[in-house]
């Protein structure tokens, strides 16, 4: 008996069996392969997730595991994808971490129904999951940082603040905080991707390093600036969740530079307004002539200096 392969086998291969229909070659031979329906694109992903970098050391490793592969869907959310396939590349420390770290992933597969279509196994000194998704796309119907226009309004999907809260109680020692749930277990918004996509949205990020700093991305890419309304943001339900709990400040800080939301932010004609509300969408501010992203309040640019996060900083 070989024990990496036994492993493998019982742990990951036998617990997902769930097979795509596109799927020609699953798992089990030296790579997968997968017809790619007409009409159709690939959407590629790849991610990765370190034991005390992206999460706690003292965080569960099933935990940890499933918040890996949430947050690479969230990167195909924010193009509009719909998920199919996730191949992964899981370095632990021991068998017990091992079988931790794939009760999270066969969890996540499971959920959101896509195939484990390959991925490969080895022992390592740091506890590791690089996670790669694949998803399929309407031909040249990908949401892009860059198609961003002038005067769109810019939306947000989703809850920011709440996870970087999270992860503050977690590190005081308050493991059962409220927040703690929204750092923990991640909801990839996958559906809501889709359906702005299908509503004709062009521009969409998903928000992983904070709001403001995510949102320079599409600043960049579309050559413009961006206005973040700061009575917008305190009008968010989220952020009225946490001065429950930290005092102004701290609340406004979480809230534009956070980070771990894997909310969605995107930018639409103002003629979308109404769908937008309707998906509960929140107005949060505009495509303008310029670049960066500022932070307005009654008209005026706010100086207001805070980054996201930063891995070499
Ligand atoms: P190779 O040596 O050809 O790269 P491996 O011996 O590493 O392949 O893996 C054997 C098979 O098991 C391959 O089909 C691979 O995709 C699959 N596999 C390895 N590790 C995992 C894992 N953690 N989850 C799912 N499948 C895995
Ligand atoms: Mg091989």
């Not at 959101?112 to 390959?118: C, F």
């Not at 930290?246 to 771990?260: N, P």
């Not at 509960?280 to 200096?305: F, R």
Request: hydrophobic content about 40%; overall charge neutral; glycine content about 8%.
């Amino acid at each position: 008996m070989n024990h990496e392969f036994d492993a493998i086998s019982r742990l990951f291969q036998q617990r997902t069996p769930f097979q795509h229909p596109t799927t020609q070659v699953g798992n089990g031979d030296d790579a997968s392969t997968h017809k790619i329906p007409d009409g159709f694109e690939l959407v590629v992903s790849t991610d990765t997730a370190v034991e005390a970098v992206h999460w706690p050391q003292d965080m569960p490793l099933d935990i940890a595991s499933n918040r890996a592969i949430n947050a690479a869907l969230s990167d195909l959310a924010a193009m509009g994808a719909t998920p199919a396939w996730l191949w992964l590349a899981i370095m632990a420390k021991d068998a017990t971490s091992l079988s931790s770290m794939s009760d999270g992933i066969v969890q996540a597969c499971l959920t959101h129904k896509v195939e484990l279509a390959g991925g490969d196994t080895v022992r390592s000194s740091t506890n590791t999951i690089n996670v790669t998704v694949g998803g399929l796309l309407p031909k040249g119907q990908a949401m892009l940082r860059a198609h961003a226009q002038v005067s769109d309004n810019v939306w947000l999907l989703g809850n920011i603040g709440l996870a970087a809260a999270g992860l503050k109680q977690w590190f005081k020692g308050d493991k059962k905080g409220c927040f703690v749930p929204y750092f923990q277990h991640i909801k990839p918004l996958y559906q809501q991707g889709i359906a702005l996509r299908k509503l004709g949205i062009r521009c969409c990020i998903d928000i992983s390093d904070g709001l403001l700093q995510d949102a320079g991305h599409i600043a960049k890419s579309s050559a413009l600036g961006l206005h973040v309304d700061l009575a917008h943001i305190q009008n968010l339900a989220c952020y009225q969740q946490l001065l429950a709990h930290f005092d102004k400040e701290t609340s406004l800080k979480k809230v534009l530079s956070g980070g771990e939301d894997y909310a969605l932010l995107c930018t639409a004609p103002k003629s979308q307004q109404r769908v937008l509300q309707n998906m509960h969408a929140q107005h949060i501010g505009t495509c303008v002539k310029g670049d960066g992203v500022h932070l307005i309040h009654e008209g005026k640019i706010v100086d207001y200096n805070i980054k996201g996060y930063d891995h070499f900083a």
